[in-house]
């Protein structure tokens, strides 16, 4: 299975192009599940688990690689279905995102399809707010539901979201009630992660779930405002892989605009490896955060407001 996985080197020849990568899945019978490429270490057959007494119910064990141990989820209980219970027939998916790796034990793995951003579509109304979506597609004619592995793995080892009073002291004396931050993030959780977090030391948040909705806001506010918005809107923390456009897209098509190319970006993404610090020189992002840490993104944050 590992004959799916591309090299980093190859799969970076689509970053940029508001295009990715998904890796195709099943959980229990014929529907489809993706998750991006970019998320997954490698895809392995599932070996023999060791239990972990006291662990949370959607944990199934610890798996072994290579003398790693990894923390094995089963996607489907975690998600409201019923537990995988055929082991030997099913595939974990090793993730490394959010800086940390965990698998995700799934019913079976099938291929690796390229697609547009655009063709990546927000959950349809209706869907509440408990669902497991993050996005939705299609293939082959059929509907491909993108799971929110962020926030499966925040209900089942939350971070901590304090931002400590060293952080706090240093923005005691800064007024930013009269700025704006915008944030583009298509996971809840991360939203309002980054929303408390900025909170704490007063700054103004508005959010919006995916890049072309932060690059339709910026514009509305550059022709409310007659001009550039950076005085108004020093900063926009945003995604990477988003519905419709991704952060990466975003970020070319904000510096390409006389308006917004002054407001400050910062890259704020689950997705880890060494095409990241390329990426943010090519499309002229500011800096980029792997999520999340409360402590260092408040003091980036502090750092481009004042800049």
Same mark, same amino acid.
């Given at each position: 299975m590992t004959s799916l996985m591309n090299s980093v080197d190859q799969r970076t020849n689509i970053v940029g &192009? %508001?295009?990715?990568?998904?890796? +195709?899945?099943?959980? /229990? !019978?014929? &529907?489809?599940?993706g998750i991006n490429v970019? *998320? $997954?270490r490698e895809v392995i057959r599932c070996p023999e688990l060791s239990e972990l007494p006291g662990a949370n119910p959607h944990v199934r064990g610890i798996a072994h690689l290579r003398g790693v141990p990894v923390? $094995? =989820?089963?996607?489907? &209980?975690?998600t409201g279905g019923k537990p995988i219970s055929d082991l030997s027939n099913a595939f974990i998916l090793v993730t490394e995102y959010n800086r940390n790796t965990q698998g995700f034990l799934v019913g079976g793995v099938d291929r690796i399809v390229n697609v547009n951003w655009e063709q990546i579509l927000p959950?349809? #109304? !209706?869907? !509440?707010?408990? #669902?497991?979506?993050t996005a939705v597609t299609e293939v082959d004619k059929k509907l491909v539901q993108i799971i929110d592995v962020e926030k499966v793995f925040s209900e089942i080892s939350p971070v901590d979201e304090t931002v400590s009073e060293a952080v706090k002291d240093k923005a005691k004396n800064a007024d930013f009630k009269d700025l704006t931050v915008l944030v583009a993030d298509d996971s809840a959780v991360a939203r309002n992660q980054v929303k408390r977090a900025l909170s704490t030391i007063g700054i103004n948040v508005e959010t919006v779930n995916d890049g072309r909705l932060a690059l339709n806001w910026l514009e509305a506010k550059a022709q409310e405002l007659g001009g550039d918005i950076s005085g108004k809107?020093?900063? @926009? @923390?945003?995604? =990477?892989?988003?519905?419709? +456009?991704? !952060?990466?897209?975003?970020?070319?098509?904000? *510096?390409? %605009?006389? /308006?917004?190319? #002054? $407001? #400050? =970006? =910062?890259? /704020?993404?689950?997705l880890s490896g060494v095409f990241n610090e390329a990426m943010v020189k090519k499309v002229g992002a500011d800096q980029f955060i792997a999520k999340f840490h409360p402590d260092e993104l408040v003091s980036a944050v502090q750092q481009w407001m004042n800049s």
């Open positions: &192009q %508001n295009r990715l990568e998904l890796l +195709m899945f099943r959980l /229990h !019978g014929p &529907q489809p599940y970019f *998320k $997954v923390t $094995v =989820i089963d996607l489907s &209980q975690a959950p349809p #109304h !209706g869907a !509440g707010r408990s #669902h497991y979506l809107v020093p900063l @926009i @923390i945003s995604d =990477i892989e988003m519905p419709e +456009m991704d !952060g990466y897209t975003l970020t070319a098509e904000v *510096k390409a %605009n006389e /308006h917004l190319r #002054h $407001v #400050h =970006i =910062i890259l /704020h993404s689950s």
